[in-house]
């Protein structure tokens, strides 16, 4: 029984060596960043934009209408961003690209939104 135990263990050790690795296929994608930065401040006196970072790190910045006007919430403004914004992802999605990502954090001035868009290679 113990040279049995020894054999098994033998056959099992020497073919670790010789056993392959899986294959792991890791997909490639190239990544772009939109981030849209809503000011929070009244009368219009922040900026809101829509910032959208290429593969190459080149950025275009797009005007984008602030959240409040002198009489407060500009429910107006707000719809327009809200247009704007569906309106890029659609147009990147038509490019290929998709949404792997998305994170929004405010504070008293600003309200920003970073949407993170991948395709593969």
């Known amino acids: 029984m113990k040279k049995l135990f020894i ?3 033998f056959c099992w050790l020497s073919n670790i060596g010789f056993a ?8 490639r994608y190239e990544y772009m960043q939109v981030t849209t930065i809503e000011s929070l401040l009244a009368a219009g006196v922040g900026r809101s934009r829509m ?3 290429d593969k190459t790190g080149q950025a ?14 500009n429910f107006s403004n707000i719809k327009d961003n809200d247009k704007s914004i569906t309106l890029k ?4 999605t038509e490019q290929g690209w998709e949404l792997a990502e998305t994170t929004a954090a405010a504070n008293n001035d ?3 939104t970073r949407y ?4 593969p290679k």
């Not at 392959?20 to 997909?27: L, T």
């Not at 993170?116 to 395709?119: A, G, I």
């Open 51 to 53: 910032l959208v970072t």
């Open 60 to 73: 275009q910045e797009l005007p984008m209408a602030n959240v409040f006007s002198l009489g407060g919430i």
């Open 110 to 112: 600003i309200f920003i």
């Open 20 to 27: 392959q690795a899986p294959v792991v296929v890791v997909p």
């Open 116 to 119: 993170l868009l991948r395709r």
């Open 89 to 92: 992802l659609n147009e990147l």
């Open 7 to 9: 054999v098994v263990c």
